[in-house]
Structures are given as C-alpha cells and as structure tokens.
C-alpha cells in the first residue's frame, strides 16, 4: 500500500512538472513595441565638451 502512494505521488510530481513546461505561458508581461523618441537628438555644436 505503502509504495503504490509513493509511485502515485511520483507519478504527480513529474506529471504537474510537465503541465508547468509545456503548458500555456502565464506571463503577464505587458505589451511592447517601438516607442516613440520624446528627447532632443544630439548636437554635437552643442555639446560643452570642446
């Protein structure tokens, strides 16, 4: 009785691994993409580094 637990308890363990990998992603990354540009460009005139 004893060992039929500890396989069925394996078997779960392994089979809830394989569900976690390959199941659907549950990531809740938001949405990304080309940002606009909201700065200055560089001007080298500018620049106090001369």
């Known amino acids: 009785m004893a060992i039929s637990r500890i396989i069925a308890n394996i078997t779960q363990y392994i089979s809830e691994a394989a569900m976690r990998i390959f199941g659907p992603s549950d990531d809740a990354y938001p949405a990304t993409g ?4 909201t700065g200055e460009p560089y001007d080298k005139n500018k620049d106090d580094n001369d």
């Open 34 to 37: 080309v940002q606009p540009f």
